[in-house]
């Protein structure tokens, strides 16, 4: 397969892509595909950067999720958990800052940070540090630096409704960046330790065989080295609400006109609902994800006795990181705003995605549900 990249990041995106791959290749038993040849410059017969790598087997595990038995759920998490614990090991103890990967030498270091916040639209061209970043405080700061000066160029739009979202994002980053301080400390020697993190591991970037057993995991452009408070975090595949009751199937409206549930054509573009309303594979899935977080939690905690605690001493530094990422997409500003305004009187017994959901109810709202309960 043949990788060809626009020059988002010029030489820096490919070197990365390069380096994450051969060391992951070296160091673990993740299935990635072999890097065959690479030019980090444009200077060739096509006029821009290409890697040419092995192509997996398998198909993503998307398509073949609702076939898959609970059983091979399980299997294939315990695996992933078995990847993410080979990953803390990646390197040794040689990962002590924040960044992607910039040489294909036996121990590569993390060198600037290549991501789409940092190179999307006219973010390349903005003065901020771009790393390698000697804490998680410097990293953040200069993610937040960047959605300011995004949407201070937007206050000048003649546009009243596009002045005041500007505005709206300004106010809550604004709030973000004297919260972040209180949260990371701002001066670390030595540099932070990191590891190596998929932050798009997703059932699309998941391959598996007919079984359901891995064959790959791709898409690995863009991955840096994040700080080990990151990599607490479950999985993308395994994030979503808590459901601990199965949907009774019975209970959920037939629909028509559902893909052909024979073979696995007709799952390309979409997915076979066998006659069952979305809503059905929606609270399902939101059920497996419940258990199987339960299972890569008990994989990884043989594994690694102390991720258990690492996680749960991570959770306010997740949840800071994706107020950042959501308010630089401009999404619930009012609700993370509400989550910085509890932080900031020391009420922690909302995390962010609670608030997010719902909203920080007040606590007049608490009392009239209870008086209503006595009524």
Known sequence: MMRVSLPVDPGAKTRGEVATLQLIRRKTDVPVPRV???DDTARNEIGFEWILMELMP??????????MSMSAKETLVARIAEFQSQLFRCGGLSFRSIGTLSTSSEVPEPGPIVSSVFFAGPHFHYTVP?????SSHDWLRSHLMIIIKEHTTALSTTDTADREYAEGVLRVTRKLLRLLPKIFPQLIHPAERTILWHDDLSLMNLMVDDTGRITAVIDWECISTMPRWVASQMPEFLRGTHREVKPDRNRYTDVEGSEDSTGDSALEDSLDNEGKTELYWIHLMEYEQTQLRKVFAARMRQLRPEWEV??????????FLEAVTKCGGGFYLKRIEQWVDAVERKEFKVGLSEVLRVGMRKEKDKDKGKDKGKA
């Open 130 to 134: 771009r790393g390698p970043f000697t």
């Open 36 to 38: 065959i040849a690479f």
């Open 310 to 319: 690492e996680a749960q001493e991570s959770q306010l530094r997740v949840d």
């Open 58 to 67: 398998g198909r993503p595990a998307y398509y073949r999720w609702r076939r």
